[in-house]
């Protein structure tokens, strides 16, 4: 079957010139056929789950935290099975499972990474970047949200089951400071900010419906969140460019230098030279080992027990989940 749908199968559909003038530089949509797969059904994912390894899934909640809305929390959920795990997300309980690499390691979706790669190539070229991307599954209730927040990688998100709906907003400092995104990169936050619904009214995209079959893009670094309005199952693929590497870098710095010795610095206002030399410290801090002192524990907060009405119970005492 990994052969046939290799081989014979076209996965991106009505890719157009203005889709190759676009890509990476807006907010881009196009239509594609992975639902057509087999790889998505409950029982595959079932499937898949019980083979993957387990420090590769985020099981997480989202609890109702007015201050924080739909902040996503941690869930233990050694000894369930994979069908239990899809039982979870189909139910009314806000659940949020992210399965990391299982596109570039599991032998019977590693294929259809390798199609996309080959796909998109022919549509914008060679990318070594997005060669080297990692392939992950999102599965989440109809009840779920993603946070508002940006990713310090490139993403391009396959929507295969469901109905979402997005919002982006602007890179600017009004709806992304600087300090926030340094948080990001720093590992104090995992990629999540506080968020206030009037920046909907900035939103350069949204409400926009989202549904199985289409495939989501927009520029690095832009905010962005989402509201599911039913059971969906994506693909995620996330990968660095030079470009952002480099970005990323230089607001390490940044955020070292704001939170150690109390400077104030500007990304969007320094000079090349500056950014260069930035980017410079900011790969050297990383290589010794400094985001460690910066990075945020993950603890868990919930249980996942399928004998538990909504499946998601309380711990006694939160305990930090080690990877």
């Given amino acids: 079957m990994n ?28 239509e594609h056929s992975l639902n057509e797969t087999g790889l998505f059904t409950d029982e595959a994912l079932a499937n898949m789950l019980d083979e993957h390894p387990n420090h590769l899934i985020d099981f997480q909640h989202i609890p109702d935290n007015p201050d ?57 070229g060679k990318n070594k970047d997005r060669r080297n991307c990692r392939g992950g599954i999102l599965i989440s209730s109809a009840t779920a949200a993603t946070p508002y927040h940006a990713d310090p990688t490139m993403t391009h998100l396959w929507h295969v089951r469901g109905h979402k709906k997005a919002w982006v907003y602007p890179r600017t400092e009004d709806f992304m400071t600087d300090e926030a995104y340094e948080a990001i990169v720093l590992g104090e936050v995992d990629e999540d900010v506080p968020f206030d619904y009037a920046l909907d009214d900035g939103a350069i995209l949204g409400p926009a419906d989202l549904y199985g079959g289409e495939m989501v893009s927009w520029p690095h670094r832009s905010p962005h969140r989402v509201e599911n309005a039913s ?86 005492k939160p305990y930090e989940r080690v990877h």
Avoid at 13 to 25: F, S
Avoid at 85 to 90: L, P, R, S
Avoid at 251 to 257: D, E, P, R, S, T
Wanted: with cysteine; hydrophobic share 35%.
């Fill in 231 to 316: 059971y969906c199952v994506s693909m995620v693929m996330e990968f660095s460019t030079r470009k952002s590497a480099f970005t990323n870098a230089g607001m390490f710095a940044n955020g070292v230098l704001r939170r150690r010795y109390g400077m104030n610095p500007s990304w969007q206002n320094a000079s090349k030279v500056e950014k260069l030399g930035k980017a410079v410290m900011g790969r050297m801090m990383r290589n010794i080992g400094t985001r460690k002192s910066f990075r945020r524990k993950d603890m868990v907060r919930y249980k996942l027990d399928a004998s538990f009405e909504g499946f998601v119970r309380a711990v006694s």
């Fill in 3 to 30: 052969e046939h749908v290799e081989v014979m199968m076209s996965l991106i559909k009505n890719w157009t010139e203005e889709n190759r003038k676009n890509y990476g530089k807006q907010v881009m949509v196009v």
């Fill in 68 to 124: 924080y809305p739909d902040q996503q929390v941690t869930v233990d959920f050694s000894g369930a099975d994979g069908k239990t795990m899809v039982e979870a997300a189909k139910s009314s309980t806000r659940v949020w499972i992210n399965v990391r690499e299982v596109m570039n390691r599991h032998p019977k979706y590693r294929p259809i990474l390798d199609q996309l790669h080959k796909e998109m190539e022919e549509f914008t």
